[in-house]
């Protein structure tokens, strides 16, 4: 493969858990360029060589199906489409906490991921989100404005979790209620 002289080959750096290969942005970040041989459970690092991670590429985890729980680090602001499609033994997925949107295609025909943590700093958490999604385990942090899932995905949930420093809703556990729990908003209706 020819490259030019102002590209760079991504970097390479080998964990425990996996490969990751990276570059460093021109503003001294590091972005995930791909993920190689994952099996189980993956940390992706906060920092590699003393530069925080702070991206994730497009389709940088898609069709990983040796990868079952992925746990991004708080570094993390920008993620790239399709990340973590395609990922068909995707159990577990926690996000950083500062990201501020979900986009459904992250997550597209990943369908086996039973928990999700989705970012403190998530303020909207909608339904169209979760099109390819069924999570048994939802948490839901203290951020959160305004909570729209639909009846698919309720029906799948078994436990919803919110963070206790929510100062708009409240739950149960099951259910989801407003702030003073006069008000039923929504439950996770698959509970055995």
């Not at 994730?56 to 898609?62: I, M, T, V």
């Not at 100062?167 to 996770?188: E, F, K, T």
Request: proline content about 6%; overall charge negative.
């Amino acid at each position: 493969m020819w490259v030019s002289p102002n590209e760079k080959l991504p970097l390479r750096i080998q964990t425990e858990e996996a490969t990751f290969l990276y570059s460093i942005l021109p503003s001294g970040y590091v972005r995930i360029e791909r993920c190689e041989g994952p099996r189980g459970v993956v940390h992706i690092p906060a920092t590699i060589d003393g530069a925080a991670v702070s991206e994730l590429a497009d389709k940088s985890f898609s069709g990983l199906n040796g990868l079952e729980e992925l746990y991004c680090p708080p570094t993390i602001r920008v993620i790239g489409a399709d990340a973590f499609s395609n990922c068909r033994s995707l159990r577990v997925l926690s996000l950083p906490d500062e990201l501020t949107e979900l986009k459904s295609s992250w997550v597209r025909s990943s369908s086996s991921i039973k928990t999700l943590q989705l970012p403190q700093s998530l303020a909207r958490v909608d339904a169209p989100f979760f099109n390819d999604l069924a999570p048994r385990v939802l948490r839901i942090g203290a951020e959160a404005t305004e909570i729209d899932l639909s009846r698919r995905v309720c029906q799948h949930l078994e436990i919803l979790e919110l963070d206790a420093g929510n100062q708009h809703y409240m739950s149960d556990g099951a259910c989801l209620y407003n702030r003073d729990g006069s008000i039923l908003i929504m439950c996770a209706t698959g509970i055995r």
